[in-house]
């Protein structure tokens, strides 16, 4: 049971690290990224699908996107669906595919964006400590249960704690990448 315990931790702080991953995916760092227009959903034929199941995503450049529907029929709801999102780009549709242009990031937007990671990360390192908290639960309600000894309390105290470190150091370094990432001009 207890030997699962580390590994459970394990499993639930590797998932923070995950989402976080994914999170941070998302902030625009003023380079174009495919994984940027992930969360736009197209209306096609009457269900919101993601843009990359109706048409093929490309960046030709550092600062732009080809977006190429596989049928001419989606072209408008593709735009339709860019206009709606929280982008801050205007698509250019020429008849056969759209283009966009990523827009400079600002000095002031670039902090702005750094802030948002800030928080993005702290939730992380919030939910890597849960783990370590629901862990540190369980072996305290076996050792009230007489099911493990004071020594093995501390011994397995210990080992969350690494974990625990080994991960917020995890977040710390994707963190920092993504700021320099972003600040990087």
Same mark, same amino acid.
């Given at each position: 049971?207890? #030997?699962? &315990?580390?590994?459970?931790? %394990? ?6 690290? $995950?989402?976080? %991953? ?14 940027? &227009? ?18 093929? *995503? ?19 709801? @593709?735009?339709?669906? *860019?206009? /709606?999102?929280? &982008? ?16 400079? &990031? ?6 702005? +964006?750094?802030?948002?990671?800030? %928080? ?22 076996? +050792? ?8 093995? /309390? =501390?011994? +397995? $105290?210990?080992? @969350?704690?690494?974990?625990?470190? #080994? ?10 990448? =993504?700021? %320099?990432?972003? *600040?990087?001009?």
């Amino acid at each position: 049971m207890l #030997d699962n &315990l580390e590994q459970q931790s %394990k499993l639930e702080m590797e998932k923070a690290l $995950e989402a976080l %991953k994914d999170q941070l995916k998302n902030i625009r760092t003023g380079r174009a990224q495919v994984s940027m &227009l992930d969360p736009i959903k197209v209306n096609y034929y009457g269900n919101p699908t993601p843009l990359n199941q109706v048409a093929t *995503l490309s960046t030709p450049d550092a600062r732009s996107f080809v977006i190429a529907p596989w049928e001419a029929s989606v072209l408008k709801d @593709i735009e339709a669906a *860019l206009v /709606k999102s929280d &982008l801050g780009m205007s698509p250019q549709n020429d008849g056969k595919v759209i283009r966009l242009k990523v827009p400079e &990031l600002t000095e002031e937007r670039r902090k702005q +964006l750094v802030k948002n990671v800030k %928080k993005i990360v702290e939730d992380a390192r919030v939910a890597v400590r849960m783990a370590r908290r629901n862990a540190n639960d369980e072996i305290k309600k076996a +050792l009230k249960d007489k099911a493990i000894s004071e020594d093995d /309390k =501390k011994r +397995l $105290e210990d080992q @969350i704690q690494k974990l625990t470190d #080994d991960y917020i150091a995890k977040v710390d370094k994707i963190s920092d990448d =993504k700021e %320099k990432e972003l *600040l990087t001009v």
